[in-house]
Structures are given as C-alpha cells and as structure tokens.
C-alpha cells in the first residue's frame, strides 16, 4: 500500500508526522490486532516502519533545505539580492531553527538597504545561537545605518567577545566611537549656544556617517531653529515627521517643530504640534507652558486686529504692544506687528511715529516690500525736501525687491501681479520725484495752510481766513515792520489762491512747475490775446487812422490798454 506523507517544520534541523493517505493512522492512533496469536517478530516489525519512514523523510527535507540554501548562495553571487531573499526564505519555512539561514538572508537584505530586515534577521540568528559572530557584526553595520550609533557599539563589542580576530569590525568600532566622542563635542557646543558651530560639525557628521541619524538630526534641527534658519528647519522638521521613525510622540522633535514655526511668524499653527504633544503626554509641563505663552501672544494679536477693523486704532496699539512686549527677539513675527501698528498711526496721522514703526519693521525683515512702501507713503505725508528724499528711497528700494521677485518666479500669473504692483510703486516714484522739485521752490499748499490733496472748497475756505487776517486795513495799526510782513504775506496768500483755484495753473503746479514760470505762461497767453483784438479794431477804423496809428501804438496806448 502506497502511503502519502504531509511534512510540518519543526525545531531543529528538519521533522515531520507521517499521515496516511486512507486515514486508519493518527498521531495518537494505534494499530488494530489481526490476531490474539501475533508473534513478537511481527510487532517488531511494525514498530520500526515508522522510525526508518522518519529518517527518510528528514534527509529529504535537508536535502531541499540545502538546495533552497545553495540557491540563494548562487543568487547572490549574481547580485540577484530580491531571488536570494525568496530561496533562503524557502529554505527558512522548511527549517526555522537554522541560524546560518538568517544570517544569509540578512546578507542579502543588507545589500538592499533593508536595514531593519536586517537587525530581525541577526536577533532571530542571535537567538538561536548566542555565538554567532557574524550575526552580531552584520546587525551592527545595519544599526549604523539607521543611524544608531549605541547599540551599534554594543554589537560590535558583542562580536568581538565572540571572534576578537576580526580586524574589520574592530575599526568601525573605533571609527563608531569616535562619532560618539565628537557628537559629544557638538552637544557641549549647543550648550554654550554656539549653534554655528555646532552645525558646521553636524553637516560634517551626517556626510561621513549617516543622514539618518536620528539623534544628530534632532541636533541640526536643533541648531536650524535656534539660528532662526526657518526654511531649512521647517523641510527638515517635515522630512522627520514624514518618517515612520518619528511621529506623534516624539517630545523633541515636536517641541522643535512648535519653535520653528513660532519663528517664522506663523503663531497660529505652532500651536497645534504642540497640542499633539500634550495628547500624547498630557503631564508634560513644558510643552503645557510654552503653549499658553503662543496662545497669550496670538490673543494679544488678535484683540489689535479687532480694535483696528472697528476704527479704535490708539486701542489697536496698545494690543500690538503688549503682543511685541511678550517675545521681541521673535523678529518675524513682531516685524509684522511693527508693520500692523505703523498702518494705525498712520490713520491717526502720527506720521513720525508710523516711520519709526515701520523702521524697525525692516530692521526685523530686510525684505519686507510693504513696510518699505508705508514708510515711503509717511516720509511723503510728512513732507520737506528729506522726507520725500527717503521716499524716493524706500520706492526705489521697493522696485529692487520687486526685479528680484520677477527674477525668480517661474509663475506666470505671480510674474503678472509682480508687474502690477511695480507700475504702481513706479508711479508712487514719479510722484515723489515732482514733489521733491515742488519742496525747493516755493509751498503754496503751505502758504495757505492746507495739505497737497486739499479740495477747492478747503483752499477757499484757508483763503478767506488768511486774507482777512492779513489784509492791510487788518493791519493798518501795527509797526512799518509787521506790516511790510503783512503785505507780503497777504501777497503771497493771493497768488496761491490764484493757482490752485485755477485748474491747469493748479495741474501745472503740482506737476512741478516754477511759480514764475505759471505767471510768465499766463502773461504771455494774456498779450496774445491782446493783439489778436487789436488786429480785429485795427481792420475797422478809418484808413488814415489806421496808417497814422499803427497796431503797436494800440497796444501801448493807456487808453487802449485800460480799455483793453
């Protein structure tokens, strides 16, 4: 009777249970007696089938555990790294207590990168013989790939205790805690808060060793955020959290994150790494009290920005001082509030005032394009030959950004609104231009008392106030001297008024033109005018009279002068 065999792995170097194909035998089954009379020869017999049935069947299962084996080993001499990984598994379903098997595999999964196969590869070797020299020094060329550099030593120590002859593993030892010695250094630099330096050795560290070094990424990250190098410590923050290393519950490197985002001015959602952080540990008292600190400065910002939507801006100020009194050396941030509390003195027409905000607003941003123009657009309102200078500046400052922002964008609609907002600043700088020739000559708008975009009716108003307060009879009693100052005055306050209630007198003046020049147009528009009527009466007097009176002496006639 032909017999089918079922073969289960078990510990050791190969087993099985033998399973009738009928089904009259279990493991636990005994054979049925054909007869009271059988001999012992026969039960002899019977008992050792199975035993000689078992041997066989474990030469047969080493047989295919060494060709799984010898596969594998052939697969990796060809580089085929993904075929070895299958064939020693093959070998590893049928004989699971076989420690060289692991070690192969982990082989082939070290040269594809597969570290963390790796170190389970070398444990489960390791576990099943704790001598295995092999095991241990692959596990630890794998850790130091992860980037872990203690239990990296402490593998290889543990392979040298096993095979002190291995002259490899003892370099990478020492090469190993030679990292750990300057990693020491680079700590002792971060607490004497010389980030830059510690950096510089960091950068060094991670081309040399491992750019995955958990520990020595959380230091650079460390140094990035302190040294206020926000972009570089957000991508890198990012490229952490992305990692399944990493994640919800790692206290530092949410802790470094929340700062990171805190400096580059973005309080709002600082907020919320730290809110993962105190999901995950709720008693921690650190992350607890940085949170209410960027809640107390968001509030603070806010209760501003409310004042101001509502038209009380002194209340908005002093919101957005307490907000800048909370953190001044978060520059980012506070620069935008400095830009905020600018806008609302310049609603309050505290231009000087506005000026120094937005001053200090550059100082924290040397590229902040809109405290550029708002101090430009103050420097204008308040006037004088050196205030337009500086706004001149600040606008030609503005067009510089602008070029560097055109140069650098590959958006075609960011390069259109770019364009748009330039021609506006470049109008803003012609502007500035006319007036600033406008300050060296003579201020109507300041000889009657009124600003540059007063109405007509306001420069009426100015006018009749000011004539009447100089008029000579006002000030027919006073001293030769204050009324001579009168006169003048009372002079100077008329020909304003004759400009600017004239509109092209008053187009041409803001435009930049000299006062004598506006009065010189108008005379010589004025003697045109003049002889053209000359030329019509001349053509309809009497012949002798025109010959005897030529059109010169009309024109300098007193009568027809007065008559003209």
Known sequence: MSIALSISPISGVGSGIIKPEDGSYTETDEAPAESAEMSETSVAQNEQEPVKESEEIVDVVAQQVAAWKNEGGE???????????????????????????????????????????????????????????????????????????????????????????????????????????????????????????????????????????????????????????????????????????????????????????????????????????????PENQAAIKVLKHYRAIEEAKTAGTTAFKSGNYKLAIDEWVRCINFDPRNYVYVGKVYYNKGIANA??????????????????????????????????????????????????????????????????????????????????????????????????????????????????????RMALQYHPDKNATKTDEEKEKAETLFKSVNQAYEILTDPEKKRQYDLGAEVEEIEQQESQSSS??????????SRRVPGRISRRFPIWWWRWSPFCSGWL
């Open 347 to 464: 609603k309050l027409e505290k231009f000087q005032e506005s000026v120094s905000d937005c001053t200090k607003a550059i100082q924290c941003d040397s590229k902040y394009v809109k405290a550029y123009v708002r101090r430009g657009d103050s420097y204008m309102s308040l006037g004088g030959e050196y205030n337009i200078t500086q706004a001149i500046t600040d606008y030609e400052k503005v067009m510089e950004l602008y070029q560097e922002q055109y140069d650098n964008t590959n958006n075609e609609e960011d390069s259109k609104d770019i364009m748009k907002e330039a021609k506006a600043i470049k109008s803003k700088v012609q502007q500035a231009k006319v007036a600033l020739k406008r300050s060296k000559r003579k201020d109507l708008y300041a000889v009657m008392g009124v600003k540059q975009n007063a109405s007509d009716a306001e420069i009426k108003k100015a006018y009749k």
């Open 528 to 537: 045109h005018h003049q002889w053209w009527w000359l030329s019509r009466i």
């Open 75 to 281: 697969k990796y001499k060809t580089k085929d790294y993904t075929g070895a990984i299958a064939s020693y598994s093959k070998a590893i379903e049928l004989d699971p207590g076989n420690a060289v098997l692991y070690t192969n595999r982990a082989a082939a999964h070290m040269m594809l990168l597969n570290f963390k196969d790796v170190v389970n590869d070398c444990d489960k070797a390791i576990a099943l013989d704790t001598k295995n020299a092999r095991a241990y020094f692959r596990k630890a060329a794998a850790l130091k790939g992860l980037g872990r550099i203690d239990p990296a030593i402490e593998a290889y120590q543990q392979g040298l205790l096993q095979d002190e002859t291995a002259e490899t593993a003892s370099k990478e030892l020492k090469a190993l805690q030679k990292v750990r010695e300057k990693l020491l250094s680079v700590k002792d630099l971060i607490t004497l808060k010389r980030y830059n330096n510690a950096l510089t050795h960091l950068n060094q560290l991670c081309a040399e060793f491992s750019n995955n070094c958990r520990e020595m990424l959380l230091l650079k990250l460390e140094c990035q955020v302190e040294l206020h190098q926000c972009e570089e410590a957000l991508n890198l923050s990012n490229t952490l959290m992305k990692s399944s290393e990493y994640g919800s519950g790692d206290v530092q490197l949410l802790m470094l994150r929340a700062k990171c985002l805190y400096n580059m001015g973005d309080v709002e959602n600082s907020v919320k790494p730290l809110q993962m952080l105190i999901r995950a540990d």
